[in-house]
């Protein structure tokens, strides 16, 4: 089994940072590509950012230049660093890891940004 642990949101002012955490444990195989998701009332879970074993990244357009994800490979753990949060970026957000050939995904964390 593989377990995913989401931290670090909370009810921040717009504007205002965060930086999410996401720790890994278990069965996990090599060093896998480790993602961001973020679902908001009412809509669809999205990809917010992704990050490869070897360090290349990707992102949503509407993140880039405001979020940045970055992984520790020892620790298997991946974090999310939010800046210049805005109301429409209020969901939970979630990690995914791919290992072993299925998907896991953690319970999330919500974040909340009041204008």
């Known amino acids: 089994q593989v377990q995913l642990v989401e931290s670090g949101g909370g009810l921040v002012q717009s504007g205002g940072s965060l930086r999410l955490s996401c720790a890994a444990s278990?069965?996990?195989?090599?060093?896998?590509?480790m993602t961001w998701y973020r679902q908001a009332p009412g809509k669809q879970r999205e990809l917010v950012a992704g990050?490869?074993?070897?360090?290349?990244?990707n992102y949503a357009d509407s993140v880039k230049g405001r979020f940045t994800i970055s992984r520790d490979n020892p620790k298997i753990t991946v974090y999310l660093q939010i800046n210049s949060l805005k109301p429409e970026d209020t969901a939970v957000y979630y990690c995914?890891?791919?290992?072993?050939?299925?998907?896991?995904w953690g319970r999330g964390t919500q974040v909340t940004v009041s204008s």
């Open positions: 278990g069965r996990i195989s090599g060093i896998p590509a």
């Open positions: 990050i490869t074993s070897t360090g290349d990244t």
């Open positions: 995914k890891i791919g290992t072993r050939g299925r998907d896991y």
